[in-house]
């Protein structure tokens, strides 16, 4: 089955300091990729997508490469503020031949705080 | 822009009790995922329709059950309460025009079941 890993422990970094949050799956067919944010109390946020391999997903400063050979796909920020403190999830859509309506599968999620 | 609604925001049941959550997605979506998030845990899927029909079914406990309607808002119903049933539960939407490459959430219905 389709399934998503995502660097375990929260991170804690202080403001303008590069971010990365790993994440790699395993998928049966050809899996569009996302990044979603969800802040305190909050639904979740699409961050940014990438449907095919080497596409690069990229929104609010925060780029991801969609890696087919590595199977990753991860975030990265080159300067965090204050106000990126959230959860972030990496998720996973497979239609797996036009047989799946595009359900997520998502990792754990990391949670991000930044510190003035 | 219009987005993905969820009635209620919060609910408080007593174990054995019963709970409908609705969900009104974005005009013109076709297709209604549900999802549910224990604490500290990542969404979890459940059940999803395209255009009112059962598009495709996850780890949804036989007590509850769901439908989408005409106008295409969808409820939960949930059933026989227990109390590992508290938790977030999101619905979110998408098109067929947008090939369900993204999915847009609603700010879910937070159930605490006592």
């Known amino acids: 089955g389709n399934s998503v890993t995502q660097m375990e422990g929260p991170v804690t970094l202080s403001e303008e300091a590069f971010l990365t949050i790993n994440c790699t799956y395993t998928a049966t067919g050809y899996p569009s990729l996302f990044w979603y944010v969800q802040y305190p109390g909050e639904g979740l946020q699409l961050l940014l997508k990438a449907t095919k391999a080497d596409d690069k997903g990229s929104n609010k400063g925060f780029e991801a490469t969609y890696r087919k050979e590595t199977t990753s796909f991860h975030l990265e920020k080159g300067s965090v503020q204050v106000s990126d403190s959230a959860v972030y999830f990496c998720a996973l859509s497979d239609l797996a031949g036009g047989t799946s309506y595009g359900k997520l599968t998502f990792g754990q999620g990391t949670i991000l705080t930044v510190h003035p | 822009a219009a987005g993905v609604i969820q009635s209620p925001r919060h609910l408080i049941k007593e174990k054995r009790e019963t709970a409908t959550l609705k969900c009104y997605p974005i005009p013109r979506h076709d297709t209604v995922y549900w999802y549910q998030q224990g604490p500290g845990q990542d969404p979890q899927f459940l059940i999803s329709?395209?255009?009112?029909?059962?598009?495709d079914k996850g780890s949804i406990p036989d007590r509850f059950s769901a439908q989408q309607f005409s106008d295409y808002h969808s409820e939960l119903n949930m059933s026989s309460l227990e109390l590992g049933d508290s938790a977030l539960y999101f619905c979110a939407s998408s098109s067929l025009a947008g090939g369900y490459y993204e999915q847009y959430f609603g700010p879910g219905t937070r159930l605490t079941v006592t």
């Open positions: 329709f395209y255009e009112k029909m059962q598009s």
